[in-house]
């Protein structure tokens, strides 16, 4: 793995040694810089896009054990019913599961440099005594392949993001921004700018296309990286 030409078929390589101890899933993902906010998480994963949207859009990230887990300990963490506590825990999981993420166990990553991170691989099985065979099987090549993975990925999780020019935005669209970092609705914002939801959803669309992204989030965190928009408070 360490021989890849490029991240590209780093992380093709990554998925077919997941995919080969009987995996359905990865996902790899690190912080690079200590004290760097999670929404610069360098992450690659082959996880159901809709699951990704939900998990970003409802904030599951807070309720999410892996990751206090994974900035806590350096054991592994393994997916099962129990593992899950609380009402909110327990959610998270019935989601998941019902997205094809059923059991897997999550591996913290530790850099020398400060970076915290995972390697989360995942089955579509429901969890019981042939997955931890398995997994007590496989845990020493897991190990070495969260290891390879890191040493694969560090120079592309460390390289500058490329060059971008600010996109020319119009003055509709810098308000539908400054409300969408203030957490407002789509409908709240046309109440506050009197126009319609359908009207205020054909501006985030345009923003969309503007910054090169799909998700609402990153529409936010690029104006705000650019200096276009100031969070409130």
């Not at 490029?6 to 993902?29: K, N, P, T, Y």
């Not at 825990?89 to 059991?103: D, T, V």
């Not at 345009?206 to 650019?226: E, H, M, P």
């Amino acid at each position: 793995m360490t021989d890849a030409s490029c991240e590209a078929d780093a992380i093709l390589r990554l998925q077919s040694g997941v995919q080969g101890l009987g995996f359905d899933r990865v996902m790899f993902a690190v912080i690079p810089q200590p004290k760097v906010s999670l929404s610069d998480v360098y992450m690659r994963s082959n996880y159901p896009t809709r699951w990704r949207e939900q998990y970003d859009r409802d904030n599951l990230r807070a309720a999410d054990p892996t990751v206090e887990h994974c900035f806590k300990a350096s054991s592994p963490f393994i997916w099962m019913p129990q593992s899950f506590q609380g009402d909110q825990q327990h959610a998270l999981y019935e989601e998941a599961s019902s997205h094809g993420l059923k059991a897997g166990v999550t591996l913290p990553i530790h850099g020398s440099s400060g970076e915290i991170g995972m390697l989360t691989c995942v089955r579509d099985q429901a969890p019981g005594n042939g997955f931890i065979n398995d997994l007590h099987q496989q845990l020493g090549q897991l190990t070495l392949l969260r290891d390879l993975a890191f040493d694969t990925m560090r120079p592309y999780m460390h390289a500058p993001p490329p060059s971008q020019e600010v996109p020319a935005l119009t003055a509709r669209e810098l308000d539908c921004l400054q409300w969408m970092a203030a957490g407002k609705t789509a409908w709240e914002i046309g109440r506050i700018l009197s126009i319609s939801e359908a009207g205020v959803n054909f501006h985030i669309g345009n923003l969309r296309t503007k910054f090169g992204v799909s998700r609402r989030n990153d529409v936010v965190i690029k104006a705000i990286r650019f200096g276009l928009i100031t969070l409130p408070g």
